[in-house]
């Protein structure tokens, strides 16, 4: 059975980090892109970003409101991906969600709470 | 950057009633790459339709997907109970991703 299991989400200042962790289990995990969308208080779906997987070249790809400032890499060896958030704004709130795959994805993890407030 | 426009925001039906999403996309875009999803509150996505008219796995034939170029449809035959929720197309390309702002199906 595919799980994704997101960690990491808390409260942070503005301007501080966070690095959220994906763990996954019931697949290869090398084989296949992983992907990240967050979703804001009674807001809808955003696409953040995601990486390929190594055979694919490891490339990533980002929307605009975070490139520069998010950095989406991965674990191969213990089956994590991770999102490194950096500059936070307190619009970046959101439930943050891992996904298999780029596109089209039947899964998902239950989501974590990232809350960027003073 | 592709923008994907959903209409109408809400729509408010009865069960048994036929539903129709519209996601239309700023520029053309390949239906290859345009799913729809499915959130209930407090729940993640569930994926419906894939390449714009293939239904994901275990989705009943109620529910079906069309369109090409810009404009696309989500249809529900007849709703049931556990459809009313908020419904998102979602694109991929140019290694950039995109959802609708949604569309919320609920009970008249």
């Known amino acids: 059975e595919v799980q994704l299991v997101e960690s990491g989400g808390g409260l942070v200042q503005p301007g501080r980090s966070l690095r959220l962790s994906c763990k996954a289990s019931?697949?290869?995990?090398?084989?296949?892109?992983m992907s990240w969308v967050r979703q804001a208080p009674g807001k809808g779906l955003e696409w953040v970003g995601f990486?390929?997987?190594?055979?694919?070249?490891?490339?990533?790809g980002y929307a605009a409101s975070v490139e520069g400032r998010f950095t989406i890499s991965r674990d191969d060896a213990i089956s994590i991906a991770y999102l490194q958030m950096n500059s936070l704004k307190t619009e970046d709130t959101a439930v943050y969600y891992c996904?298999?795959?780029?596109?089209?994805?039947?899964?998902w993890g239950q989501g974590t709470v990232v809350t960027v407030s003073s | 950057e592709i923008v994907l426009t959903q209409s109408p925001g809400t729509l408010s039906l009865s069960p048994g009633e036929r539903a129709t999403l519209s996601c239309r996309a700023s520029q053309s875009v390949s239906s290859s790459y345009l799913a729809w999803y499915q959130q209930k509150r407090g729940q993640a996505p569930r994926l419906l339709m894939y390449?714009?008219?293939s239904r994901a796995t275990g989705i009943p034939d109620r529910f079906s997907g069309s369109g090409s170029g810009t404009d696309f449809t989500l249809t529900i035959s007849r709703l049931e109970p556990g459809d009313f929720a908020v419904y998102y197309c979602?694109?991929?390309?140019?290694?950039?991703?995109?959802f609708g702002q949604g569309t919320k199906v609920e009970i008249k």
């Open positions: 390449d714009a008219s």
């Open positions: 990486i390929r997987s190594k055979a694919n070249g490891g490339t990533t």
């Open positions: 979602q694109h991929f390309g140019n290694s950039r991703g995109t």
């Open positions: 996904t298999r795959a780029i596109y089209s994805t039947p899964y």
């Open positions: 019931g697949f290869t995990f090398g084989d296949y892109a």
